[in-house]
Every structure is written in structure tokens, then in C-alpha cells.
């Protein structure tokens, strides 16, 4: 049973671009979590999301980044035009609907997102 | 004040010693209480999950809530240098789930 998978695990990006990160939660969890690592923070929830809803944004900066569950496919966070405060590892994890946000998260390896 | 207060550390202390971690918090609304650990370069990983006041014991792990004092601790007995990583405490209610900054956590052999 494959755990949540992310990717891609490294990502380089200039000034400006477009950063797209992917998770696919583990089978049978409909609920997905982004979470934002700087080095010496803890995790900073970004969105709470299930299948084509998002829960609660509240963590989310209000420009440049959104994020979707689609009914097929993969969960994707966007970053628009990045800058380089965007450098960080982004955490996915995902909980079955039985739990909902009770905290029994599981979590991906991360994307590491480097802006230059 | 911050909703969630962890002791980044680090902490280091010789293998077979009984290592105590701490959060505290400051909203009454959390209703779940759990500890990660995240090993460098990897995601997090649960290790202890509690509902309610009191101690729940795994293995080495025992996790301890005290709701009266908006405190949580986790202690580990004979500690291994397998166990050096980073212990991150959480909190969840509602729909969203609180993360500590970490303690990071050296076991000396």
C-alpha cells in the first residue's frame, strides 16, 4: 500500500515562475493537508482540502498561491510568480474520512522548493 | 501568544537516559494531542495520539496531557541514537491541525 507521494522532490525555480507541487494521498483518504517548512519553524498549515472542496484556506497566503483536490487526479498547490521568501519544503499529508482532522495525518517526503 | 510553544532545543543526552519533551498551548479548543517525529529530510511521522487528560503508554513512548494546565509532554525511556531527530507536537480541533516548531533531539552514544 503506497504511502502519499509527492512530487516532484526537488524543484528549481527563477524569480517569476510558476511552481507546481503534486501529492496523491494514500489510498482510501479523501482528505488532503498542505503544509509550509522553513529551516528552524515548525509546519505552517497552509489548506485543508477534501475531493473538490476546499475546507479552509486560512493558512494560505492570498496572492499568488491556491491549491485544488480535483474529483481525479492528484492535489496540486500553485505558487505564482515566485519569489525567493517562496524557498521552503512543502509537506503534504492526507487522513481517511473516518478521522477527518482528528490529527492522524500521514505525510509525504516533501517538495523542496528552491527559488533562485 | 503563540497557540503552540515548543522548546526548539537542542537537546542532546547520552544513550540509555530518559528524555522529556514539552508544548504548551493556549487554546482551550484543542481537542487532539499528538507527537511526530521527523527525521532529517524525510516527512513527519506519528508516534503518540491522545484524546483526552491522562498518560498513554507505547513501547518506550508515553505521552502525557494535562488539559487543566494547557500542557503536553512526551517522554522517552532508554533512549537509542535512533531516536535523534526532530519531535514535533500537535494539536487538532475543528479543521485544523497545529504543529510546534520541534524540539530537535540528539541521543549520544
Known amino acids: 500500500n503506497a504511502g502519499v507521494m509527492q512530487n516532484p522532490r526537488h524543484l528549481v525555480r527563477r524569480r517569476g515562475q510558476e511552481a507546481r507541487l503534486r501529492c496523491s494521498p494514500m489510498k482510501g483518504h479523501s482528505h488532503v493537508y498542505w503544509y509550509r517548512q522553513l529551516p528552524e519553524e515548525g509546519l505552517k498549515f497552509m489548506v485543508y482540502l477534501q475531493k473538490e472542496n476546499i475546507i479552509d484556506e486560512s493558512g494560505m497566503p492570498k496572492e499568488r498561491f491556491s491549491a485544488e483536490f480535483p474529483k481525479e487526479g492528484p492535489s496540486i498547490l500553485r505558487i505564482q510568480q515566485v519569489v525567493r521568501g517562496d524557498s521552503a519544503a512543502y509537506f503534504c499529508a492526507s487522513s481517511p474520512p473516518a478521522t477527518g482532522t482528528t490529527g492522524e495525518l500521514f505525510f509525504g517526503e516533501g517538495s523542496r522548493l528552491t527559488v533562485l | ?109
Open chain 2, 1 to 109: 501568544q503563540k497557540e503552540v510553544e515548543q522548546d526548539p532545543g537542542p537537546l542532546s543526552v547520552p544513550e540509555g537516559a530518559i528524555v522529556s519533551l514539552n508544548c504548551t498551548y493556549s487554546n482551550s479548543a484543542f481537542q487532539y494531542f499528538m507527537w511526530y517525529r521527523q527525521y532529517s529530510r524525510k516527512g513527519p511521522e506519528l508516534l503518540m495520539y491522545t484524546y483526552s487528560s491522562g498518560n498513554k503508554e507505547d513501547g518506550r513512548f508515553t505521552a502525557q496531557v494535562d488539559k487543566s494546565s494547557k500542557y503536553i509532554s512526551l517522554f522517552i525511556r532508554d533512549s537509542q541514537p535512533s531516536d535523534s531527530a526532530t519531535y514535533l507536537c500537535a494539536m487538532g480541533g475543528g479543521d485544523k491541525i497545529i504543529f510546534g516548531k520541534g524540539t530537535r533531539l540528539h541521543i549520544l552514544p
